[in-house]
């Protein structure tokens, strides 16, 4: 095939298609490997073809036509290493007439490929993953045709997706592993605490052709015709409904969404895919495949991004192509959702009927994140390659203490993590034993458990808890699920079912804590260098005064006359904190006058994230009716380490001696003022750093309901006086932690921390 053309493409798909239907024997993966080989090299007119697949971190070179046999399953390299390697690594092809003198360029005596000059290779890619490579050679000098690269290319997704099929499978040791037969563990994030076992329920697309070769090209294109306009008429229908007219960024990410699915490029290059002999869905695949590659090599963000709006299209039209949807109501009794990404409406959609979720991607501060929090379901963030291994229906285990993720798990494994499950279900009786009892230490040291929230969900946790109210109440997440700016009677009534759900315990609603990492859909976002340093909270609504304004008369019109606890979140400068504060009572006046019932008691105070609101004047500390201590940005900005930053944020501990000391500074000064003050974040919730932090003085934490029990039963089985002499002992010996002394001294005591 010298001047291969679509018709040939699809001539040459044919016979591989006719090939690998034959029944071959025991040793049928290989021999189709060695059929495909063969053809390739008769379709191409190459005295070569050899195909080198993915074995673990290696490429071997699994079959060949050309080179010495019995090089086949002994030659392995390294990506990056070679020529072929070069591929692997770049997902792009090379085509050269003279291999030797090529960048990258490395000599195997074993193959016998000395003589060969011409070199044409080609990843074997699906959906951004190099799976292997596969070229052709020719000893003469030769420029390989852009319709030859093409047509290599589409055998190669055909390749791909015969693998993903199970086609080369074998049983013997130089057999081609089965796909998603073999167990699969990584190491993610931890994004929420806690453990799961169930099933794999995928939220992204899954295909696997059985037949990739289109039969009927004419008939393909009319699919993807179909499915085009289907997609395009769906995106101008969400253009055009009302809660989009003001624009922001949702409406950005449709456009680009219109853009992509009009774009005349796009759509060629997936009706040269069927023209060429595969399958709409193939075809899709194969540009989709392309997008991830050329994804993982671009730095600019936009383009990033943009690159990730042309993704989540391509699956769209998978879906459309396949009549799958997102997830059809169907949900097993103990699914566990693995997913790229996923927004905070989206998880919110499956609610609780996930006992876990796995993200390849995310962040620990993301708003899917904090809505697994708020659900309290285990979620693990960044876990390598998961959606690559994971198939709908695999058992699966989630370790969201740790971060670990098992996936076909073999049973010795799954054995001892059911042994942790069981081990925390009866850790979960002796809590709910402590449930009404005080959390009092051996030497006397009362201190008062609250609760974080986020979601109506939550407050059911209130009681079973043993909470003694709700610390923190994040109001941003209805503001980050919805499509626009909630209204001020919605907003007031689901407060009044929050304060009313309470009973008589204190709930204290922090007001819109927005920007850094969370973003609204329909806000505007201008790109700032440093978003976690930048235009967010506070600053959001002394900028925005009609957003402050409109959520604080929905709070004070929940209250009805009970009493109100209101929180402004990142408060860096008394001015700051003085000016939300007038705007509150101004509000309080103004419902006044309309004849509105006001709170009957009203308690105003700030979040202390950042290291100057130590140091504010007296007034401040005077003024405010109440101070928490937000751990979770207080500790990132302390050590000047990004808690999104893998490689940076483990490095710095908690129980560091300066951060202690800097908590103790905290606690003394709000005591000097006789200002209650308390701890909100994830290491409240960590029974030895809540220890600490008692020791250091503080008397009330705020934590995820879960954590309540093991830091109420750590309290009661410790003599805080002692554990403040350790911890002095610690800080002058010199060490940067405490942690070791402390732990030593727990485990001498046999306290419970678990």
């Known amino acids: 095939m010298p001047h291969s053309s679509a018709v040939e493409s699809r001539v040459l798909l044919k016979r591989l298609q006719t090939a690998l239907a034959e029944p071959l024997g025991a040793d049928a993966g290989q021999r189709r490997l060695d059929r495909i080989t063969a053809i390739v090299a008769e379709g191409l007119a190459a005295e070569v073809c050899s195909i080198y697949l993915r074995r673990g971190a290696d490429l071997e070179l699994s079959a060949t036509t050309g080179l010495n046999p019995q090089a086949v399953h002994l030659i392995r390299m390294r990506v990056r290493e070679g020529l072929v390697g070069r591929i692997a690594h770049t997902a792009e092809p090379i085509n050269t007439k003279d291999a030797p003198r090529t960048r990258g360029f490395q000599y195997f005596p074993e193959t016998g490929e000395e003589i060969f000059a011409s070199f044409l290779g080609v990843p074997i890619q699906r959906l951004g993953e190099v799976l292997g490579v596969l070229v052709v050679q020719n000893q003469t000098p030769r420029d390989y045709t852009d319709d030859e690269v093409h047509g290599l290319e589409v055998v190669a997704m055909v390749i791909a997706e015969m693998a993903e099929f199970g086609v080369f499978t074998g049983t013997s040791e130089t057999d081609v592993p089965g796909p998603h037969a073999l167990p699969y563990y990584t190491k993610g994030v931890i994004g929420q605490e806690g453990v799961a076992e169930g099933h794999v329920l995928m939220h992204d697309p899954q295909v696997a052709i059985s037949n990739p070769v289109a039969d009927d090209p004419a008939a393909e294109q009319a699919r993807l015709a179909e499915a085009l306009e289907g997609i395009r008429a769906e995106i101008d229908e ?4 009302d809660y989009l007219a003001d ?7 449709l456009n680009a969404w219109r853009m992509f699915a009009h ?3 796009w759509v060629r290059r997936m009706q ?6 595969l399958a709409a869905e193939v075809a899709v695949e194969r540009e989709q495949s392309e997008t991830r590659a050329r994804m993982s090599r671009v730095t600019d963000m936009y383009l990033r991004e943009r690159l990730h709006d042309l993704d989540d299209l391509s699956n769209r039209l998978l879906r459309r192509l396949t009549g799958a949807a997102n997830h059809n109501g169907d949900i ?3 699914a566990i959702l693995v997913a790229r990404n996923i927004g905070p409406g989206e998880l919110l959609d499956y609610g609780r009927a996930l006992k876990g979720v796995v ?9 899917a994140a904090i809505v697994a929090r708020a659900l309290a379901i285990p979620l693990v ?3 390598d390659r998961i959606t690559r291994e994971a198939v709908a229906g695999d058992h699966i285990l989630v370790d969201g203490d740790q971060g670990l993720i098992h996936l076909r798990p073999e049973d010795n494994v799954a054995e001892a993590f059911r042994a942790k499950i069981d081990m925390a279900a009866e850790a979960q009786e002796a809590y709910a034993a402590l449930r009404d009892k005080p959390a009092v230490s051996r030497d006397g040291i009362r201190v008062a458990l609250h609760m974080n929230a986020g979601l109506m969900a939550d407050l059911p946790s209130l009681v079973p808890s043993g909470a003694e109210g709700v610390g923190l109440y994040r109001t941003e997440l209805q503001f980050l699920v919805r499509r626009t700016v909630p209204k001020r009677s919605d907003l007031a009534a689901l407060y009044s079912k929050i304060l009313s759900s309470a009973g008589d315990k204190p709930v204290t609603f922090r007001t819109l804590d927005i920007g850094s990492d969370k973003v609204l859909p329909y806000m505007k976002r201008d790109p700032e260098p440093n978003p976690a340093l930048g235009w967010r909270a506070i600053r959001v609504g002394l900028d925005r005064k009609g957003v402050m304004r409109m959520q604080l008369q929905a709070m004070l019109r929940a209250a009805n006359g009970r009493p109100l606890r209101v929180m402004f979140p990142f408060v860096a400068q008394f001015d700051e904190f003085r000016e939300a504060r007038a705007h509150l009572l101004d509000e309080v006046e103004r419902e006044r006058k309309l004849g509105h019932p006001v709170p009957d008691s009203l308690k105003i105070g700030a979040m202390l994230e950042t290291p100057s609101l130590a140091f504010a004047p007296d007034q401040f500390f005077e003024m405010a009716d109440f101070i928490s201590i937000g751990g979770n940005d207080l500790k990132q900005f302390f050590f000047a380490a990004d808690r999104e930053n893998e490689r940076v944020r483990r490095r710095y501990d908690t129980l560091n001696v300066s951060f ?4 103790e500074q905290i606690a003394a000064r709000c005591d000097g003022h006789d200002t209650p003050v308390s701890f909100c974040g994830e290491d409240a919730g960590r029974p030895v750093e809540a220890l600490a932090f008692i020791a250091m003085g503080l008397r009330n934490l705020s934590m995820r309901p879960a954590s309540i029990g093991p830091v109420k039963r750590m309290i009661r089985n410790t003599d805080v006086g002692e554990a403040r002499d350790v911890i002095n002992r610690a800080r002058r010996s010199g060490e940067q932690s405490v942690r070791k002394e402390l732990m030593a001294w727990i485990n001498a005591r046999g306290i419970p921390v678990a």
């Open 381 to 383: 963030i960044q876990a």
């Open 660 to 663: 202690l000391t800097f908590i």
């Open 272 to 277: 040269a895919s069927i023209d060429a002999g």
């Open 359 to 367: 993200l390849e991607e995310g962040s620990v501060g993301s708003h």
């Open 332 to 334: 097993p009794e103990d």
């Open 263 to 265: 774009d005349k490029g």
């Open 238 to 241: 969400m253009l055009g409904a």
């Open 247 to 253: 624009g922001g960024e949702h409406r950005e990410v």
